[in-house]
């Protein structure tokens, strides 16, 4: 149960990796590698102040923000400097590499819970269950730390995914939204879709450094290798949504990549518990993607990820 | 009121492939006015309208629309003057979004785009309305993704988009020609109802010689990247399909000319 518990809250953190991918991927058709290395900087940044003392929120959203910027470097090197979309990422997730090691001073970083938000869930556990550290959830016990942070993670990933929806109803949200869908016609009413653009990868980024912040927290360190392999596994679990919720309604893909996300990280503590090997971890992961974009357009359509679009 | 003067524009310049698309095309087009061009494959018909537009920055010229120096404005600052409706029903609007959100993104063509709702109640059902008043059967189907709709449902939701906030120049490229000839016949005429009914200034490059003569109130033919004929007035009023036609076949019967002469002074003094 306990593992279980872990996945979830893990899966959920995630989420928000989900959201940012769709968000680049899928809302403005940007296939942004910048990812792995947002993904990092977000963890590296916020850890690094947590150590030098300052408030674990202030932290979190530096973490964000240092991850958007990252994100819009991206955006402006397409739009700007006119350089290929898969290689702008991959030059600053490169660059990243470098940043994060510079942000972090050496490869790892250890985070005590009392200093991270985790301190929150911790307190809230302590109200919930008193002095007895465990709580019973039907049949299971379980530790009653593990459970508040769940669900502190559940308002966190819930909260982003309701802000990111109401924000697509919105008259920014909507031209957001066509820009990835009909990037000619954008243009022709009036959008200025680089900065558009710009906006999309600075969210997304955002959102995905502080998936790499909280893990950082969660887990306990922060680490250089965290965002290795994030991007695909953010694909996967957008993918794994756009399945579930099998409709193309941006409210619904947000929900769909939630629980996507949750999803896939079952899945893989399943697979885990019977057996993988941990090293090959990486590869199932790529070769689920491979399965998922591939079989759907042997069966019928395809998944947005794939599909050609209309980019006049 | 638009003004062009002196455009040129050359693609690919000095490539194998260079394109001298637009070689000094000068046109006024007084305001209310509705003028067709025509031209055969390559005249740079479809060019001068996407010069128009801001597709790409020219190579020399000046573009004035209602008195704004608009030859440096890109593309999207123009779509605040301009509305358009292209060829492909596909290109004009955004297909996994349902129709009122394309209207809704219509709507606030050239405004700054806020953190307002962009489809409140009241303003869902004007735009019901609207589509209910092109008599096309669409206003229930305002909530379903646009590409549930056919080529000729797309086209007139496009027109409709390029309407709702008036533009000082509506630009038509050709917006039948995908059509099956039915569809077409039910655009155009939709066409000319929008454009008398709002007055709008309106350029709209055809190939169909009958849209020419039937539409609008004045016809510029292409050649070569610069306008050939220019017909307005009576003389539009009395021109008919077939001497458009006969127009094309002068302009043809030059171009092998040319090429004939060529030949001859080669084979003579070569």
Known sequence: ?312 | MLELKGIFKTFFPNTPNEVRALRGVDLRITPGSWVNIIGTNGSGKSTLLNATAGTFPLDQGEIILDGNRITRWPEHRRAKLIGRVFQDPFSGTAPSMTIAENLALAARRGQARGLGFALRTGWRNDLRDRVAAMGLGLEDKIEKPMDTLSGGQRQSITLLMAGLVRPSLLLLDEHTAALDPKSADKIIELTGKFIAENQLTTIMVTHSMQQAANFGDRIIMMHQGSICHDISGLQKSRVRASDLIAKFDEVRRSDQLDESVADMLRSNYV
Not at chain 1, 146 to 170: K, P, Q, S, Y
């Open chain 1, 1 to 312: 149960m306990t593992l279980a518990i872990g996945s979830l809250t893990i899966g959920l953190i995630l989420s928000l990796l989900a959201f940012g991918i769709l968000m680049s991927f899928r809302v403005v058709a940007f296939e942004d590698l910048t990812v792995d290395g947002s993904l990092a900087l977000g963890g590296a940044t916020t850890a690094t102040l947590i150590v030098t003392g300052w408030h674990p929120i202030a932290a979190t959203l530096s973490g964000a923000l240092a991850g958007g910027l990252a994100g819009s470097v991206t955006a402006i090197l397409n739009t700007k400097f006119d350089i290929n979309r898969l290689l702008s990422g991959i030059l600053v997730m490169t660059a990243l590499y470098s940043i994060n090691l510079r942000i972090l001073g050496k490869s790892n970083i250890p985070l005590r819970s009392d200093l991270t938000i985790m301190k929150y869930s911790n307190w809230l556990a302590t109200q919930l269950s008193g002095q007895d550290s465990f709580m019973s959830l039907g049949l299971w016990q379980a530790p009653a730390t593990d459970v508040t942070a769940m669900i502190m993670m559940l308002v966190i990933a819930l909260t982003a995914g309701g802000i990111l929806a109401i924000f697509f109803r919105t008259n920014c949200g909507l031209a957001m939204q066509a820009v990835g869908d009909n990037n000619r016609m954008t243009r022709a009413l009036g959008v200025d879709v680089k900065r558009m653009t710009i906006l999309a990868l600075f969210v997304g980024n955002a959102m995905i450094a502080t998936a790499g912040s909280l893990l950082a927290q969660y887990q306990g360190f922060a680490d250089i290798q965290m965002g290795i392999g994030m991007l695909v596994w953010g694909v996967a679990s957008v993918i794994l949504g756009e399945s579930l919720v099998g409709t193309k309604k941006i409210g619904f893909l947000i929900a769909g990549a939630l629980m996507g996300s949750v999803l896939f990280r079952l899945l893989v503590a399943i697979a885990l518990r019977w057996g993988l090997n941990p090293n090959d971890l990486k590869l199932i992961t790529a070769l689920f993607v491979f399965a998922a974009l591939v079989l759907p357009k042997i069966l019928s359509g395809g998944s947005s990820l794939v599909r050609g679009r209309n980019r006049a």
